[in-house]
């Protein structure tokens, strides 16, 4: 089991990337774009780097959603490899066999 503190503070992250999504994807659009002059766009890379730096969906962190593990996540089940294999083998994961 995973610290809570951990827990919380990737829950929080997920809700900040939530929030602000949509406006890192407009300041990024300006900042990408090639047509627009260099001062507004140097204006947009100024207010993106004032957001904070949690929305950032890069600093979410994939975790187990039984046990909050960080690592040996697979993304298809959202379990760890070892609560992955614990519900498989006892049959509560549907469609999923051993193989042999």
Do not use: H, W
Request: charge should be positive.
């Amino acid at each position: 089991m995973a610290k809570t503190s951990a827990i919380q503070k990737n829950l929080k992250r997920i809700k900040l990337s939530k929030k602000f999504l949509k406006k890192r994807m407009e300041l990024k659009k300006i900042i990408n774009d090639k047509k627009i002059s260099l001062p507004e766009r140097f204006a947009a890379q100024l207010k993106l780097n004032k957001l904070p730096k949690n929305s950032a969906p890069i600093r979410v962190r994939n975790r187990c959603e039984l046990t909050g593990r960080s690592r040996g996540v697979y993304r298809k089940f959202g379990l760890s490899r070892i609560k992955l294999r614990e519900l498989s083998m006892s049959g509560n994961i549907p469609g999923v066999v051993k193989s042999s």
